[in-house]
């Protein structure tokens, strides 16, 4: 079972930064991955950056690579926290962003937020 939680978006200009939480309860698995896709209305959902469970590999999606920088994965009295630091953002960052987490150390995302929803504009 894992319950997750996104924060952190919001409403900002082109060219600003802006940083996502998110944050997952897990039980019944200790080691697992965790990662973000985005969603615009009309266009499938893409990947946007991850962290695998060992911790030291990342993967980017094309279009945010040098942009975007998730963090190690944090765990805190059962609390498992990943950041998605997003810099220099532009209109077509705009999506719901949603968090992610495989099961276990399988190499599917399985476990996914609510989402929360990033809006770049002038």
């Known amino acids: 079972q894992v319950d997750l939680a996104e924060s952190g978006g919001g409403l900002v200009q082109p060219g600003d930064s802006l940083r996502l939480s998110c944050t997952a309860s897990v039980h019944g698995f200790s080691s697992f991955s965790m990662g973000w896709f985005r969603r615009t209305p009309g266009r499938a959902r893409e990947f946007v950056a991850g962290r695998s469970w060992t911790g030291t590999k990342t993967w980017y999606g094309d279009s945010v690579k040098g942009r975007f920088t998730i963090s190690s994965i944090t765990r805190d009295n059962g609390k498992n926290t990943v950041h998605l630091q997003m810099e220099n953002l532009e209109p077509e960052d705009t999506a719901v962003y949603f968090c992610?987490?495989?099961?276990?150390?399988?190499?599917?995302?399985?476990?996914w937020g609510q989402g929360t929803q990033v809006n770049v504009s002038s």
């Open positions: 992610a987490t495989s099961h276990g150390t399988t190499d599917t995302w399985y476990y």
